[in-house]
């Protein structure tokens, strides 16, 4: 799966820190928390964006979501989409699964705990 993304490539880096946007928000917002959480440069980060436009704005969502929360088929087409993402970045960069790191901040947070559950 092809996302837009906001790179910060480290030389020599031998780690993956995926970074995943709330709701409403760009893949370039946590990209300015990399240094803070990465200030060694051991990490790579790739920030993708949201799946899904926002109508009403500049920023995107990873899933529908209601009064009650996320929308069930919606959310869990995200979390695919993420980890098929994560897993063909993963390999292109030659970085195993294991040196990789998943945050996000919102619904970032939502598919970053779903993604270190399955």
Do not use: K, N
Not at 24 to 39: C, G, K, M, T
Not at 103 to 113: D, K, P, R, T
Request: with cysteine.
């Amino acid at each position: 799966m092809s996302l837009t993304t906001y790179r910060i490539t480290r030389d020599g880096a031998s780690r993956l820190l995926f970074l995943l946007h709330g709701w409403s928000a760009e893949q370039h917002h946590l990209a300015a928390y990399v240094p803070l959480v990465d200030p060694d440069e051991r990490f790579t980060a790739i920030c993708p964006r949201a799946l899904h436009d926002l109508p009403e704005g500049d920023g995107a969502s990873w899933y529908d979501r209601t009064a009650d929360g996320p929308v069930p088929g919606s959310f869990h087409a995200a979390v695919d989409a993420l980890a098929s993402f994560i897993d063909a970045e993963a390999s292109a960069a030659g970085v195993p699964l294991d040196r990789c790191v998943v945050g996000g901040f919102s619904q970032g947070g939502f598919l970053a705990v779903a993604r270190a559950g399955g």
